[in-house]
Nanobody, 125 residues
């Protein structure tokens, strides 16, 4: 069983910022694809951002220009910097890893086999 330790969630006002962190075993951080997903109450889990092992990054249209994904292999940590947060960003955020880099192009939750426990982000207006 893989254990991811996610942190950094919390409650902020609209326009605020948060940085999420996901600590994982080294072999997971070196996975061909890692990503952040989110799931709001009553909605399906959706991809937010992904990064493959060549450094290629993709973002969902809803977060482009506001969120930034990065990975520090030495610290075995995946990050998601979130700025200009909106109430509609409120959700449980999960980090995940996939074995094939191709899954980073159009991330779908069913292609990711390793998941964290999630961290809650709540944005108030």
């Amino acid at each position: 069983q893989v254990h991811f330790t996610e942190s950094g969630g919390g409650s902020v006002q609209a326009g605020g910022s948060l940085t999420l962190s996901c600590a994982a075993p080294e072999y997971v951080v070196r996975s061909r694809c890692m990503g952040w997903f989110r799931q709001a109450l009553g909605k399906e889990r959706e991809a937010v951002a992904s990064i493959d092992n060549s450094g290629t990054i993709a973002y969902a249209d809803a977060v482009k220009g506001r969120f930034s994904i990065s990975k520090d292999t030495a610290k075995k940590t995946l990050y998601l910097q979130m700025t200009s947060l909106k109430p509609e960003d409120s959700a449980m955020f999960y980090c995940a890893a996939a074995d094939d880099r191709v899954y980073c192009r159009h991330p779908q939750s069913y292609d990711f086999g390793r998941w964290g426990q999630g961290t809650q982000v709540t944005v108030s207006s």
